[in-house]
C-alpha cells in the first residue's frame, strides 16, 4: 500500500486550474518534496489530500483511506504543519500541546510522555513553559512540527516549513526533519521552492509547475539525466573570444555575466583543454555539474528565482538557460 496514491486529482478555481490531472505514488518512509514556484499549485495539491479542499475531479487514497469518502480516518492519520502559524500565543508550548493532544483524542495516560517525546524531537524541552509570543520565528515552526507528531500520525505534511526563516534556522529545521525521518519512519510530504532544501532533503522530487507535474525522481537521478557541465571562467573576456570560445566543437552555448563567462559543454574533462587554449589571462576556473536549479530550468522553461540565495545562484541559473 503506498502512503499517498492519486488518480487525476484536479482543482480548479474558477478559471484557474491549480492542480491538473495529477498521479502521484508516494511509499511508506519516503521524505517526498513538491518543489515549484509560488502558484504552482502545490498548497492547493497538499490541502485536498489533507481534506481542507474537495478535488473537482479525481481522488486520492492517503494511509489508504479515500480523501472524499473517509475524511475523519484521513485526518486523524496525518500531521500538518501549513504556512500560516496556527498555535495560541496567549498560551506556552506546553499547553498549546495538551489541547491538541485533546483534540486528536490522544489517550489522558499518554498524554505526558508523547508530549515530552516530541519535544525532546525538536529540542525544546527547556523552553516548554514559556508563552508563544515570546517564541521566535524558527521556535515556533519546531513546535508546530512537534505538535503535528503528538497522535503519531503516519504521513507529516509541512506545506514550506521554512518559509521566511533566516538561512541558519531553516538548516536547523532540515536536521530537525530528516532526523525524524530516519527515527520515525513516517512519510514526509513537503513542499518548497528552495532548491537546496528539496535537493538536501528529499528522497524524490516531483517538480511541479501550472498544475501539473513535470517530473518526477530522486534528485540525484534528475541532475544526472541533465548531460553536460557548465564551465566558469574569470578573464578579460570580449565578444571576440566568446564567439571563438561558441564555435569549438561541443560548446553548446557561451554567456558573459559580470565578468564571468559561462560555457555550457557536453563533458567539461574533454573539452577545458581546447577552451583554455583560445582564451588568454584566465583568472580563475570552475567547473559545475548540472543542480537542481538546472534541472527546474529545462523541464519547465522558466527560470527560478530564490530570493534567499545570493546573486549568483541566480545568475548561474540564468547562463544555463542561453
Ligand atoms: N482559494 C482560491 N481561489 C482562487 N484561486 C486560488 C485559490 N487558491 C489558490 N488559487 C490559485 O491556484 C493556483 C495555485 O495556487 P497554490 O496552490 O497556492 O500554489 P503554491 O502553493 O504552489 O504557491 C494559483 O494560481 C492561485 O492563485
Ligand atoms: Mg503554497
Redesign the pocket.
Known sequence: MYSVETFDLTKK??D?T?VNKINIKIKQGEVFGLL?P????????ISMLCTLLQPTEGTATVNGFDIIKERDKVRKSIGVVFQDPSLDNRLTALENLYLHAGLYDVPKNERKKRINEVLELVSLKDKANILIKNYSGGMKRRLEIARGLIHYPKILFLDEPTLGLDPQTREHIWDYIKNLADRENITVII?THYMEEADELCDRVAIIDNGEIKVLDKPSKLKDKLKGDTIIIETNASHDILSKIKSIQNVKSVQLIDGKTYISVENAEKNVVKILQTVKNVKSLSIRKPTLGDVFIHYTGKEFRDETSNGNINKRFLAKRL
Open positions: 478555481f474558477k484557474v491549480a515549484g509560488n502558484g504552482a499549485g502545490k498548497t492547493t495539491l513542499t
